[in-house]
């Protein structure tokens, strides 16, 4: 992608967003407007992140955002009612379900039952109702000057979820957010997301993300979370979207002291997905556990890339991302670790162990560690190889066809991660899938009318 | 305890550099700064053919047109080319035949270093090329050598005797337009050392370059090409000592390998620039290209080096593995103590069918040291069945160091295992605490353990150095436990 086409894609970007800035305000509360003229300046200095830029490097994002695409400025009261050709691929879980259309929270849906002082909200609506909130939380652990891709998202935020979980407060069932892409044209879609997690509070997130219909889908999709004091929170994550849709999901997480922070996201199918973790460890005794298990083929690419910022001492951090790629897929893992010169006592692991299964199959991954204090654990691994030869000849000895034996093999890599997820039902269900996908069955899937793929 | 380790820790970082005595010889320099004319200066001086001159000026007009890279994980002052004088030689007369036409004051520096240059040192068996400044000033052993048909000579020698060969492998390894200081090196390298190796032919000793910068304010370019030819072995040695100094002087090498069919080719560094003193000032800037090819099938090129001086180190030797069945090795040990930097680690391209490749590297930082070890292992498509195994350790000493690994794995071949694995810890205090059990003091402790944490590395070293990398591991470091 040379220069030119660079500067011709920011200032598309740009005139876009001159002609609908009038509507994307209108329709925002004080706060979420008032990052747009920063978040203007920066994008206008960094643009779309190419090659060049090492935290891209394995990750062409340019052409993937050359396409034509129209935007939604206001929630498109859908002529079809989504309830009928959508159904949640895990039907037995019981949580407090919330849609979100199109990058914006779908009015209407009730989110029934939460404990007193729990908000599941539009983001639009909670920064009128919660100025005080995004006052301290938002954009504050997104930072626009060091991502052009966060400036983006920040220049057009409009909408997405808000949820709040007050002191103290334990939340049995899962909030479950489901981010839908629906439309009968290519869409580009921004979503916004704020968690706040406050101080003692315990909370399940599961997160899904479908496309309804085989267009294509630009996504670009920012969540904020913060965890106070010895807060919990768990972050589950499905995406399974069509090959025409480009993914691009950044998790900004602001961890507080002894609080936990767990994710396991299983990326099932995109065309382009990119994951982006910046976990910023800022009190004693914090922890993050982040996992990722990713499936593709055709010309997938799926990208994991971890910033895990040791703050402060004695916190401990864990990465583990799989994958395996068939036919034409790309993937990439960066991950990196910094720990900061005060940040003693650290343990800081990172993983990632890839399966090629065809030749043309392709995976880049750059385990990284930077590191300032002395009295730290930290290590690193990665691996990219194939089904383990003796293992397959020993199945097959015990008379298991080469194709099942091969399936167990990949399934046996990626139920370390799918082993993680802390819901059972939720966990079961997605064996389920990944066990489907491997086979190459998933655009049968269950009650869904959407055949992706 | 906590005082007695940071006595221990000054002690440590307050030890005075041995080697930075300056000799004092006459020098032939040329004026400071660079242009095409002192380009032209440096290959008349050289009485260099033709080819030479035009191969400087390409690469001298490449690197006009380039910018000092940004990427590394290094904080470098700006360099001010025309401050730096780019030839510096001590005055001989026309070239030494024998020993005693050699500047005695020469030669006592040499001693000094312990490079055993001497004819009389023949029991150590080494054949030894010395490079002072940026002229060598000495080849030992040739004699024993030619009988083998082996050629080992200054790269100046080289260019006139041999132009065909020159003109053949220079720069096909690492081409004029490479990096930027692999053109500059290319436009203003004014010596080095030249090898090759016949066919079959086994090199019956180790061979050495010792490299010593020692007039002010010159930087030192110096060219190795090594070639060994089918079936040959060969193992190389490298030294390299400085005087201290306040300012900072410029060191930009290129080396380049071929390793044709079956040839193996080993090159060992023990690389102890003056690293500076221990509030940061002065000390070299290493900044080395080192490359070698597996050209032909079964070949193996394997570098070891340990790292203890410099002010900046940046350097990755790095094996394209063309041949199928090639063998590419890397061994690092690489300290960065007071306020030395390190970016230093290894590529391996695999080209070839079944090669492999094997990456060890220690890092060891202590007081204000950066150290960061940084490698790309890449499969191409056309490389089937690779195996890559990959470890770097590193070890952190005090609070205010750093270490950092930035390790690239690309992988476009199914049937490659890549495997890549990194620590980084301190020495744990229960070790310590077993030793001094046994009654070893907490110094000697440390010693222990940081020759068993490098042995690894240490272990690859050829006789004659493992021992001298062994002292410097073990100046640099003994007690500066935290």
Avoid at chain 1, 351 to 368: D, E, F, G, V, Y
Avoid at chain 2, 284 to 303: L, Q
Avoid at chain 2, 418 to 438: L, V
Wanted: glycine residues 6%.
């Amino acid at each position: 992608m040379n220069e030119s086409v660079s500067v011709a894609l920011k200032s598309d970007l740009i005139g876009l967003f001159e002609k609908s800035n009038g509507e994307l305000e209108s329709g925002s509360g004080h706060f979420i407007n008032f990052h747009r003229e920063k978040a203007l300046s920066d994008f206008n200095r960094l643009g779309i992140p190419n090659v060049k830029n090492e935290n891209y490097r394995y990750t062409p994002l340019e052409q993937y955002f050359n396409g034509q695409y129209e935007m939604e400025l206001s929630p498109n009261p859908s002529k079809v009612d989504i309830r009928s050709i959508f159904k949640c691929d895990v039907p037995e879980l019981d949580t407090h379900v919330a849609l979100v259309l199109n990058g914006f929270f779908a009015a209407g849906v009730q989110v029934n039952g939460l404990p007193e002082g729990v908000v599941v909200c539009s983001l639009g609506e909670a920064s009128v109702k919660y100025p005080r909130l995004f006052e301290t939380h938002y954009a504050k652990y997104a930072d626009t000057s060091a991502d052009g891709l966060v400036a983006l998202n920040t220049l057009f935020a409009q909408d997405g979820f808000f949820v709040y979980i007050p002191k103290n407060v334990t939340i049995e069932k899962p909030i479950q957010i489901i981010n839908l892409s629906h439309s009968f044209k290519n869409l580009r879609i921004t979503r916004r997301n704020l968690i706040i997690a406050e101080e003692n509070s315990t909370c399940n997130i599961v997160v899904c993300d479908h496309s309804l219909c085989n267009n294509g889908y630009l996504t670009n999709s920012l969540t904020e979370i913060h965890t106070g004091n010895n807060a919990s929170l768990n972050f589950d994550r499905l995406q399974n979207e069509n090959s025409r849709s480009t993914q691009i999901n950044n998790l900004f997480i602001h961890q507080l002291e002894n609080s936990r922070f767990s994710s396991n996201s299983i990326s099932l199918h995109g065309g382009l997905i990119r994951n982006s973790f910046y976990v910023t460890l800022n009190g004693t005794g914090a922890e993050a556990n982040l996992n990722g298990l990713f499936l593709c083929d055709d010309r997938q690419h799926v990208a994991n890339f971890v910033l895990m910022d040791h703050a402060s001492p004695l916190c401990t951090s864990n990465q583990l991302f799989k994958g395996i790629l068939d036919e034409e897929a790309t993937g990439a893992f960066n991950g990196k670790i910094l720990v900061r010169k005060d940040a003693q006592k650290t343990q800081a692991y990172q993983k990632n162990n890839n399966i090629l299964l065809s030749s043309t199959a392709r995976m880049n991954t750059k385990p990284h560690l930077e590191i300032y204090a002395d009295d730290v654990k930290c290590s690193h691994g990665a691996t990219v190889g194939q089904l383990d030869k003796d293992a397959l000849f020993y199945l097959r000895s015990r008379g298991i066809p080469e194709a099942e034996a091969r399936h167990l093999l990949m399934y046996a890599f990626a139920n370390e991660i799918v082993s993680r997820i802390s819901i059972p039902v939720l966990k079961e269900r997605i064996i389920d899938l990944v066990d489907k996908r491997l086979k190459g069955e998933l655009s049968k899937c269950n009650d869904c009318n959407i055949h992706c793929g | 305890m906590e005082e007695s380790q940071d006595n221990l820790l000054n002690e440590v970082t307050g030890g005075v550099y041995k080697y930075g005595f300056i000799t004092d010889i006459d020098t032939e320099i040329i004026p400071k700064g660079l242009n095409e004319d002192v380009v032209r200066l440096i290959s008349a001086k050289k009485n260099e053919p033709e080819f030479m001159l035009e191969f400087r000026l390409k690469a001298y007009r490449h690197w006009q047109t380039m910018k000092m890279p940004e990427w590394a994980h290094l904080t470098i002052p700006e360099i001010n080319y025309q401050d730096i004088i780019f030839y510096a030689a001590p005055k001989q007369k026309a070239g030494p035949l024998s020993l005693d036409e050699v500047d005695p004051e020469l030669l006592r520096t040499f001693d000094k270093l312990g490079i055993p240059l001497e004819e009389q040192k023949l029991l150590s068996g080494v054949a030894v090329d010395a490079v002072m400044d940026s002229i060598s000033v000495k080849t030992t052993f040739r004699e024993t050598l030619a009988e083998q048909g082996i050629i080992f000579c200054s790269m100046s020698e080289a260019i006139r005797e041999y132009p065909e060969l020159i003109k053949k492998y220079l720069g096909t390894v690492v081409p004029y337009t490479d990096n930027y200081f692999a053109s500059l090196n290319s436009a203003v390298f004014s010596d080095g050392s030249f090898c090759y190796i016949p066919k079959g032919v086994r090199c019956p000793m180790e061979l050495s370059t010792y490299f010593r910068i020692n007039a002010a304010n010159t930087g030192q370019f110096e060219r190795t090409l090594l070639v060994a030819d089918d079936d040959s072995y060969v193992s190389y040695l490298e030294g390299c000592t400085a005087p201290m100094r306040d300012e900072n002087q410029l060191h930009a090498a290129v080396v380049e390998i071929l390793a044709l069919e079956n040839a193996e080719v080993k090159y060992s560094t023990v690389q102890n620039w003056y690293p500076g003193d221990k509030n940061g000032k002065g000390g070299i800037y290493n900044f080395v290209t080192k490359r070698g090819i597996c050209k032909g099938d079964n070949s193996k090129i394997s570098w070891t080096q340990v790292e203890t001086g410099s002010a900046i180190t940046w350097k990755y030797p790095s094996c394209i593995l063309r041949g199928n069945n090639t063998t590419g090795e890397f061994y690092s040990v690489a300290v960065t103590n007071n306020y030395q930097q390190a970016d230093t680690g290894t590529k391996m391209i695999h080209i070839g069918k079944n090669s492999r490749s094997t990456i060890i590297s220690k890092g060891i930082s202590a007081g204000h040291g950066q150290n960061s070890f940084r490698s790309l292992v890449k499969v191409l498509k056309s490389a089937g069945n690779v195996r890559n195994f990959t470890q770097c350790d590193s070890m952190l000493m005090g609070d205010k160091c750093g270490a950092h690994t930035f390790p690239y794995i690309e992988v476009e071949n199914q049937s490659a295992v890549i495997e890549h694995e990194a620590t980084t810890s301190k020495i744990g205090e229960d070790q310590i605490f077993y030793c001094n059990q046994r009654g070893i003091d907490t110094e000697n402790a440390v010693g222990l353990i940081i020759n068993g944490y490098a042995r690894e590395v240490l272990n690859k070293l050829p006789m004659e150095f493992a021992v001298e990398a062994q002292k410097l591991l073990q100046i640099s470091l003994e007690g500066s436990v935290g």
